[in-house]
């Protein structure tokens, strides 16, 4: 009978089987891709859902470079586009079953005493974890990231695929550099598997922030995380694309947008340090119209001569 830790290390016939689902997976975005490229028509909607959908049960890195590519204008057809944002934050979650283990092996067996409640469903899904809404046994209101099973190995798995699909579409899109792509991405997504190194970059972001009140950062809850769960306070808001549905007035559309160039542009021109990964599943917007910044797992720190001749770069390009 399995553990929960053995919930975390793939066995040979599951990584084949992950092989395999990835390799059907990453065939027919190679050829989607490519036949969009070379003017083949096909039924755009329906693939775009299946492939939403494939690569929603695969999680790990696939699905987070579909993430990344659909934030891109003009890098997918519309209808791929369309439904792949939706994995930014709405993935297929893991089961109740399956979250008891891995919170029993992040927390002991005992991890249920420390919280007054805790959410049966996921408030949020993306590509590496899933995220809960509890209160601890002393009253706070958190939000709880956990790392779903087996992911030190789909990431493995998935870059050798990731590999194949940027070598095909690098025929057809040459300014897409592959070593330099695929290098980043492997840094990157190794980071993010390290939930102690993103509670770090979370409570670096608050003291870089700390004086910009249109942003607010969650302060992390140590005590209860660990290499593979973030527990953190619960921030209130709503998803951007549901306040955009709302038809906002120019005046809010303004605030929303103020708070994000500050988000991004405080750390960056005072620090030299970058969010890696700012789709819209990684903001809320709060009551007042200022924004919630989430998931800091992606951060990348660039040396002080980078920085002094991006910011003409960016001043030149806003002029135009």
């Not at 002991?108 to 408030?123: D, I, L, T």
Request: hydrophobic content about 40%; some cysteine.
């Amino acid at each position: 009978m399995s553990t929960p830790k053995d919930l975390d290390q793939t066995g040979l016939f599951g990584e084949i089987r992950r092989m395999a689902r990835a390799s059907s997976t990453v065939g027919g975005i190679a050829t989607r891709v490519i036949g969009n490229k070379l003017g083949i028509k096909s039924n755009q909607a329906i693939h775009a859902n299946d492939l939403r959908a494939a690569l929603g049960g695969l999680k790990g890195p696939l699905m987070k470079g579909a993430q990344i590519l659909s934030t891109i204008p003009g890098a997918l057809p519309e209808e791929y586009a369309t439904q792949l944002a939706e994995l930014q934050a709405n993935a297929p979650p893991m089961a109740w079953s399956f979250v008891r283990r891995r919170m029993t092996t992040e927390l002991g067996a005992n991890w249920e005493r420390q919280f007054r409640s805790f959410s049966h469903q996921a408030v949020a899904a993306a590509s590496l974890g899933q995220v809960h809404r509890a209160v601890t046994a002393d009253g706070q209101d958190v939000a709880c990231k956990l790392q779903y099973p087996d992911m030190n190995a789909a990431v493995e798995s998935d870059l050798r695929q990731f590999r194949v699909v940027v070598g095909l579409v690098q025929q057809f899109l040459p300014a897409i550099k592959q070593d330099e792509v695929v290098r980043e991405l492997e840094e990157r997504l190794r980071e993010e598997l390290d939930y102690e190194r993103e509670a770090s970059h979370t409570r670096l972001y608050r003291d870089m922030l700390q004086h910009i009140p249109e942003v607010t950062v969650p302060m992390p809850v140590e005590a209860l995380s660990t290499r593979r769960l973030l527990t953190m306070e619960w921030v209130a808001g709503r998803g951007i694309q549901k306040i955009l549905d709302t038809n906002p007035s120019q005046e809010e559309r303004n605030a929303i947008a103020t708070a994000l160039f500050k988000s991004w542009y405080t750390p960056v021109y005072r620090y030299g340090i970058i969010h890696g990964d700012p789709h819209m599943g990684n903001v809320t917007v709060r009551p007042d119209w200022g924004i919630n910044l989430l998931d800091f797992g992606a951060i990348r720190i660039f040396p002080p001569h980078f920085i002094k001749h991006y910011r003409p770069l960016q001043c030149a390009e806003e002029r135009r």
